[in-house]
């Protein structure tokens, strides 16, 4: 079984930063992308910044410049550093991971609990 756990929501001012993390733990051979993905009230859920096993790394338009993804693969953690934010940056966050357990041939999705961010003045 895998797990993802998530930390480092909260409530932030405009400006502030956060620092999220996400660990997989469990039983698995390996890990390949992992990322963000945000959803806001009334809004779909919306990719915010993924990297690859390698460390490429992709971000929305709308955090270009403001956001960095990291991951420690000794770890299996990613980390999204959040800084410049905005109000429109308030969402639930959701951590991503695709992974490779045993018994299985093929890297499937799993996904955290999800953490809220807050910005507010």
């Known amino acids: 079984q895998v797990q993802l756990v998530e930390s480092g929501g909260g409530l932030v001012q405009p400006g502030g930063s956060l620092r999220l993390s996400c660990a997989a733990s469990?039983?698995?051979?390996?890990?390949?992308?992992m990322g963000w993905y945000r959803q806001a009230p009334g809004k779909e859920r919306e990719s915010v910044a993924i990297?690859?096993?390698?460390?490429?790394?992709n971000f929305a338009d709308s955090v270009k410049g403001r956001f960095t993804i990291s991951r420690d693969n000794a770890k299996n953690t990613v980390y999204l550093q959040m800084n410049s934010l905005k109000p429109e940056d308030t969402a639930v966050y959701y951590c991503?991971?695709?992974?490779?357990?045993?018994?299985?041939?093929?890297?499937?999705?799993?996904w955290g609990q999800g953490t809220q961010v807050t910005v507010s003045s």
């Open positions: 991503n991971a695709k992974i490779l357990i045993p018994g299985s041939s093929r890297f499937e999705d799993y």
């Open positions: 469990g039983s698995f051979f390996s890990i390949n992308a």
């Open positions: 990297i690859t096993r390698g460390g490429s790394t």
